[in-house]
């Protein structure tokens, strides 16, 4: 069962993967060991895929360093639930496959290593306190996701889904 | 149906169709900017889109520039593999370790477009709003698939719009004013916005980069100047458009403004934090490592010595700013000061290279983020000001206000710097210089060369 990693307002790239540790500074087969490095050590190496990061307001701001989203995705993170999110870090978990879901009220019922479930289709997080509400993704988003991110959905499809 | 802001406009010209804050827009870009660190995951997307080349080599700017000159063999290795893409691709806008910033150059050498869309591999390609383009930072899969495809999707942001009225003080700077702007806005208060800057049209270039680069650090994906000198005439928002949020701020009453670690909107007015020691300065970036920061700068420091105990690195944003520096004077007077002098480049805005920050240390920066490990360890901290507040720290050791500095006699100055240096609990260890010429040197200054120094 997947488990909830929770998280504060604010978190910044540079919280996710340092910038000492890109994959341009320690090769692309390692930067991921240092995903939370400083700001939750142990966190890459007991995470397990399908875990769920559970956040607060502005997820993700700070450099635009997709390395930071690609550690997570290495390390199999199946989804991120937060308040809101900075945006170039919102494109990028859409990118490479990481649905990431605004949720007003996660943050505040799930407690962290709660086990959880993330129901896309049914719209909520399921928690061991109850049902965190998501907000549906746009089509276009969800689009990309479930194609398993965009260089997958462009190899298919040869262009962007149709801007509505 | 209501006006356009500038935003709107732009987006609306370049997708074609009536673009309203809200609606998906699928666009051409103009340039796409590619720099070092990202490289490799960008050739990567690239590969795995099954597209080996990019639309248009004409339309694609790369630098060297975040971890440069490669500080380890890893970073050499990407570097040598950044090359050979470039000339196996032909792209011939390619500027290596050296040149500078990517984004000074991008906006110096004239390669924005105003009014057009620019993809930036880099968080703060919102710089090239200082000309009136739309520039926003992307993930380097997004940025791959804006080289194959000549083409990005983008959200049409809302707008929030700053009005700057008055001049500021001397001793104060746009610096000031966009740190006194995030103090107001916070790091996410534009997230997914644009934030349309009036009254600004008039600055120094310089300036402007500074005010659009720094809508980052507000979560903005776009920053833009209205009424550059670059601009074409159809490119002004149109009255009675729409905004998200408005704000005001006199120049005129606004004084010199610092960010408090670890964040970037924990900003207050200087004389909150005067007294704080430092331990480092570095005086750069893509926000402050231009000629006129460094006139700033060295309109304190010419002819004196920083403190002991204390490190100043200076890099200038690009070559052109560095030899124009050498060429007034500027870099020798600063050098004579104290100061290392790094190859123009990010330096260590970012912790990669060119003097990273020790545990414990504190830093002055005139950068633009001061986040937790930003520079180096996560056990530093950064406060981030003008390049004159900077010069002060490296001369007395602590944050202080610029201005009694500026207004001071010789005298007087002596007398302050002397005090506050009294003042500063110790810290660090002095080391030995070789031989004290600040004075010799800049008063030796070949004839011709500027040495008063307009701030
Ligand atoms: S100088 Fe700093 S902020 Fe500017 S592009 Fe380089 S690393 Fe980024």
Redesign the interface.
């Known amino acids: 069962m997947p488990r909830a990693w929770t998280f504060g307002d604010?978190l910044?790239t540079?919280?996710i993967v340092?910038?000492?540790y890109?994959?341009?500074?320690?090769?692309?087969d390692k930067f991921h060991t240092y995903a939370f490095c400083?700001?939750r050590p142990g966190f890459a190496k007991e995470v397990r895929p399908g875990d769920i990061l559970v956040g607060g307001?502005?997820f993700g701001?700070?450099?635009?360093?997709?390395?930071a989203?690609?550690a997570l995705a290495k390390l199999g993170v199946g989804g991120i639930v937060a308040k809101?999110f900075?945006?170039?870090f919102f494109?990028?978990c859409i990118?490479?496959g990481i649905p990431v879901i605004e949720s007003a009220d996660a943050i505040g019922l799930v407690r962290d290593g709660d086990e959880v479930t993330l129901d896309l289709t049914g719209g909520v997080l399921r928690t061991p306190q109850g049902d965190a509400t998501l907000r549906p993704l746009?089509a276009?988003a969800r689009e990309i996701l479930d194609a398993g991110?965009?260089?997958a959905y462009?190899?298919e499809h040869g262009?962007?889904p149709a801007?509505? | 149906m209501s006006g356009k802001t500038l935003a709107e406009k732009i987006l609306s010209r370049v997708s074609d169709r009536d673009a309203r804050a809200g609606?998906?827009?699928?666009v051409p870009i103009s340039r796409v900017m590619v720099h070092?660190?990202?490289i490799?995951?960008v050739i990567a997307?690239l590969r795995?889109?099954?597209r080996e080349r990019v639309w248009d080599t004409s339309r694609v700017a790369v630098f060297v520039d975040h971890?440069a000159p490669a500080p380890?063999p890893?970073?050499a290795d990407?570097h040598r593999v950044l090359r050979e893409w470039v000339r196996a691709q032909g792209i011939a806008t390619f500027y290596d370790a050296g040149e500078g910033v990517c984004h000074q150059i991008m906006v110096e050498e004239g390669y924005c477009e105003p009014g057009t869309v620019i993809v930036g591999?880099?968080?703060h390609s919102n710089s090239y709003g200082a000309v009136g383009a739309f520039g926003a930072?992307?993930?380097?899969?997004?940025v791959?698939?804006a080289l194959?495809?000549g083409?990005t999707?983008l959200r049409v942001p809302e707008s929030i719009k700053v009005t700057f009225t008055g001049r500021p003080r001397k001793g104060v700077t746009m610096k000031d004013a966009i740190m006194r702007v995030v103090r107001e806005i916070g790091?996410?208060g534009a997230?997914?916005a644009c934030v349309e800057f009036h009254g600004a049209g008039a600055l120094p270039q310089g300036d402007r980069i500074t005010l659009a680069g720094m809508t980052t650090e507000m979560?903005a994906?776009a920053g833009i100047v209205v009424g550059t000198p670059e601009a074409p005439d159809w490119l002004y928002p149109d009255p009675g458009a729409a905004y998200a949020n408005e704000i005001a701020i006199d120049l005129t009453t606004l004084e010199p403004q610092i960010a408090v670690p670890p964040?970037v909107d924990q900003v207050v007015d200087v004389s909150q934090a005067a007294g704080q020691p430092v331990d480092v300065v570095f005086l750069g970036s893509c926000t402050n490592g231009r000629l006129v920061d460094m006139h700033q700068a060295a309109a304190i420091l010419r002819g004196r010595r920083i403190a002991p105990n204390v490190r100043l690195e200076v890099v200038p944003s690009s070559r052109r700013q560095m030899e124009d520096a050498m060429a007034d004077g500027t870099l020798l007077a600063l050098s004579a000061a104290g100061a290392v002098i790094g190859s123009s480049g990010c330096g260590p805005c970012?912790?990669?290279t060119g003097g990273?920050l020790a545990g414990e240390e504190i830093c002055l920066s005139t950068a633009n983020?001061n986040?937790?490990?930003?520079m180096?360890s996560?056990d530093a901290a950064i406060y981030l000001g003008s390049p004159y507040i900077a010069a002060v720290a490296a001369l007395t050791g602590m944050i202080d206000d610029p201005r009694p500095y500026l207004e001071a006699t010789d005298e007087e100055f002596d007398a302050l710097v002397a005090r506050r240096r009294a003042e500063r609990p110790e810290r660090g260890t002095s080391s030995f210089r070789s031989g004290d010429r600040s004075r010799e040197l800049v008063f030796a200054a070949p004839r011709g060369v500027a040495l008063e120094v307009d701030d």
């Open positions: 604010d910044d540079d919280q340092p910038g000492r890109a994959p341009f500074m320690v090769g692309q400083d700001a307001e502005n701001c700070g450099s635009s360093r997709e390395y989203v690609a809101s900075a945006r170039i494109r990028n990118n490479l746009a276009f991110g965009v260089v462009l190899r262009d962007f801007a509505r | 609606d998906l827009v699928i070092d660190s990202v490799d995951a997307g795995a889109l099954g971890a380890t890893v970073v990407s591999s880099d968080s930072g992307m993930g380097a899969t997004d791959a698939v194959a495809l083409r999707w790091t996410d997230r997914y979560g994906k964040r970012l912790g990669r990273v983020r986040y937790r490990g930003r180096g996560a």
